[in-house]
């Protein structure tokens, strides 16, 4: 049981350049997330998605995008990398009942932006 | 703005001792409380949880203290043992299934 699969698992970026992390998970959960964890800041909520075709931005949306085509895939796009976005994000689903929720976390993908 | 704060950054404990982590929010509609348990190089995981009509909730060693009045929780962590060695963090949720983490705690149990 795979769970939750992010790729990559570590990328360097030049300034400005675009890339999308991969997440997908086969739980047939209906609720996706993207975080990013930064030293000493815990986790911040970047995008959600409820389901295949809807998206909603978290805490710190800006210089992201996501879309949400599938229930098993939810990648997050950034466009014009920017030193800040040095961190590492960690994909999670939940499912759809709301009493007693797991978060199931995927292992995380590094990102370095020089 | 932190929904929710979480203390301590770091704690250092002996075998067999307690750890304690506290977390307090301000936000009433958080209606469900999880910690996480993350190692080097892994996502977290779920350790246990607490719903806000619980006063405590104990699994194993793990216990949760939540004190609803007050708007604090705490993980306790009894007879740690090197293994618990880990980055904690406490969370809350609103909105259906939208989560806000703590900081997080660095554990650091010594043999």
């Known amino acids: 049981n795979a769970g939750v699969t992010q790729t990559p698992k570590f990328r360097i970026l030049k300034i400005g350049q675009s890339m999308t992390l991969q997440c997908t998970q086969d739980?047939?959960?209906?609720?996706m997330y993207w975080y990013r964890q930064d030293p000493g800041m815990g986790l911040k909520l970047i995008y959600y998605?409820?389901?295949?075709?809807?998206?909603d931005k978290g805490e710190v949306p800006n210089g992201y995008n996501v879309s949400r085509s599938t229930t098993e895939d939810f990648p997050l796009r950034l466009e014009l990398a920017a030193p800040s976005q040095t961190s590492v994000y960690f994909c999670?689903?939940?499912?759809?009942?709301?009493?007693?929720?797991?978060?199931?976390f995927g292992q995380g993908t590094r990102l370095t932006v020089v | 703005q932190q929904q929710v704060k979480q203390s301590p950054q770091s704690l250092i404990v002996q075998k067999g001792g307690i750890s304690i982590i506290n977390c307090a929010y301000e936000?009433?509609?958080?209606?469900?409380f999880p910690w996480y348990q993350q190692f080097p190089g892994k996502g977290p995981a779920l350790l246990i949880a607490?719903?806000?009509?619980?006063s405590e909730k104990k699994e194993g060693r793990f216990t949760i203290s939540f004190n609803k009045s007050a708007k604090q929780f705490s993980l306790h962590i009894m007879d740690s043992q090197p293994g618990d060695s880990a980055t904690y963090f406490c969370?809350?949720?609103?909105?259906?299934?939208?989560?806000?983490f703590g900081s997080g705690t660095k554990l650091n149990v010594k043999p």
């Open positions: 607490i719903r806000p009509d619980v």
């Open positions: 998605s409820v389901g295949a075709g809807i998206t």
């Open positions: 999670a689903s939940t499912p759809l009942k709301l009493s007693n929720t797991e978060a199931f």
């Open positions: 936000n009433t509609a958080f209606d469900y």
């Open positions: 739980m047939n959960h209906n609720y």
């Open positions: 969370a809350a949720r609103k909105d259906f299934n939208k989560f806000y």
